[in-house]
């Protein structure tokens, strides 16, 4: 194996300003300049065979690489730091991460795998394996990874941005909304401004397009869970799809106000009524009955439901009963699949 001298060698020789990183944290720019001079000498005509170098060497090396971009000269290092630490999954995964960056999605597939195997969990590990593997057309994979990435960290965005695309490749156009929705509803809720709003309503506008119809899903819709919940896309009338929370516990669908004016759906009030709300006080509501509610895909008709100004958008058992629900667990990522009856 090649000795870190020689790798230093191809880092610092290419270049003098490489070799200036060296010096300049700790000299005067004059000084600093002349050192860097000597230290690309002496690195270039150091023989292969003269000292033997540690694996901290090699990370040391790594650092120098990286400070002045150069990818393939840190790459090297990596290897040769790994021929003396192979089981270092952290290294194994800058390894692989510095593959992706070379647009070596492969190898850097074959890295990230490494070090799953070797027990490695992080999150960010998830993500780049994620990412290869759907640069790579590997989708599945790459939603499935995604889906695990979130359900350590839920609150990566850029993951979720990528799990939507990803799911709109394989035209899962209502999980993708489920997916964005449900992190925007609850960023409404503690005053966060809406992140997903733009790649929502294109979405949107690509089901419009389709009249609503996603033959993928068709026989079947699949929610993802997010912080305790699981999310479905509704709407009432032609309105606008929105993230109800599905709710077992609940005898009916509830709405409220203002979302039932926006829709512009058509209903009926069956009666007045007073409920406890999500604060536990009783408030005024009105029971309805709702023409025409959509659950991603699919139409329902004349919907038992109750509205009041303060409602949470629930799902309850007045529309969850038209459905078979399955819920699954697997390696800590949970869906709710949901199949007319």
Known sequence: MRPWANIQKEAHCSSEFKGSFLSSRFLKPAAARLLAVFVVLFSCALPAHAVEYTSEDYKKAVGVCMKVSDLECAQKNWIQYLRLRPNDTAAITNLGLLMSLRDNQKGAIVQYERAIELGEGAYNLFAYYADSLGDVGRTDEAIDWSYKTLSIMPNLVD????????????????????????????????????????????????????????????????LPKYDRFFYAPVSLGN??????????????????QAFLDASKAKYKVVREA???????????????????????????????????????????QSVISKFNMQTTKVQGVEFVTLAPR
């Open 159 to 222: 993951v979720r941005t990528k799990l939507a695309k990803y799911l709109l490749i394989k035209k899962r156009y209502y999980e993708a909304l489920a997916l964005l929705e449900a992190y925007d509803d609850r960023a409404l809720a503690t005053g966060i401004p809406l992140y997903f709003q733009g790649q929502r309503i294109a979405i949107e506008s690509t089901l419009e397009r389709n009249g609503g119809f996603s033959a993928v899903e068709a026989q079947s819709l699949r």
């Open 274 to 316: 007073m409920i406890v709300n999500a604060d536990r006080h009783r408030v005024p509501a009105k029971a309805l009955l709702i023409e025409s509610v959509h659950v991603g895909p699919f139409e329902l008709k004349n919907v038992s439901a109750v509205s009041c100004a303060s409602c949470q958008l629930l799902m309850g």
């Open 239 to 256: 309105g606008k799809p929105a993230a109800f929370i599905l709710d077992t516990g609940a005898d009916r669908m509830a709405v409220n």
